[in-house]
């Protein structure tokens, strides 16, 4: 399948099944904060002893309310990807599905897998190392005053931006896959990818020290390596299938 054989009709079909799945994404969404509001301190708390050595603050009186609830959106959001990736698999997949139906199942399981393990690299590995690094210049004169809804949102967005980059190779096989790209152009280009690259780990990392920066940028560069193997997988087995094809 090419990409010049995906026709706006079938475009427009799976935006539509995909904006059907959205009221479904929602409940889900609202059900799970419900859920997890009442635990939201005992995760915050959690959150706070894995990776920070100094004192959270309130710099108002309704902060400490509105962080609590900002942490159950995040947390809610997180454990409500599998089900916006299975929307998302359920209405584009017909667009990767080939003519002997095979299954697009393992797109969506390698999804959800690949965006699992970003976000608890990062949980596990790179926030608390890159928070550490950062309260490392704390001196007898300078001591931290980190406000509890900043320090939700900067691990947010760590968190979410490392599951969301990991998914770099999935999407570059699949653009393979419709021939929008292939190793010859991500190998010629490789150069530019590292300054995209670059630009992508400064606007999602939440501090623009290079440290922090290289926490993103590394990975994801890794990452992109992995996705160039996966094309050229691809498009030797294609090879072998047009080969075998035309002897026959």
Not at 77 to 96: N, R
């Amino acid at each position: 399948m090419t990409l010049s054989k995906l026709n706006r009709k079938e475009i427009f079909e799976s935006l539509s099944r995909l904006r059907k799945g959205l009221l479904k994404i929602i409940i889900v969404y609202v059900l799970l904060g419900i859920i997890i509001f009442p635990f939201s301190k005992t995760l915050l708390r959690h959150l706070y002893e894995t990776n920070l050595k100094a004192d959270l603050v309130a710099f108002s009186i309704p902060e400490a309310f509105f962080s609590v609830l900002k942490f159950t959106l995040y947390v809610s959001l997180f454990f409500t990807i599998p089900m916006i990736f299975y929307q998302a698999w359920k209405s584009f997949s017909p667009l990767f599905r080939q003519k002997e139906s095979k299954s697009t199942l393992p797109i969506f399981l390698t999804a959800l897998l690949l965006f699992y393990l970003g976000a608890f690299f990062c949980y596990f590995v790179s926030l608390p190392f890159g928070v550490q690094f950062l309260l490392g210049y704390q001196s007898a004169h300078i001591k931290p005053m980190i406000s509890v809804g900043k320090y939700v949102s900067f691990c947010a967005v760590f968190i979410f931006g490392f599951g969301l980059s990991f998914e770099l190779p999935l999407i570059l096989a699949l653009l393979s896959y419709i021939k929008v790209v292939n190793a010859a152009f991500l190998t010629r280009n490789r150069k530019y990818a590292i300054l995209l690259i670059a630009i992508i780990a400064a606007v999602v990392t939440p501090t623009p020290d290079v440290f922090n920066m290289s926490l993103m940028g590394v990975p994801l560069y890794l990452l992109f390596e992995v996705g160039v193997i996966l094309v050229k997988i691809i498009e030797r087995r294609r090879a072998g299938v047009v080969t075998s094809v035309t002897k026959n």
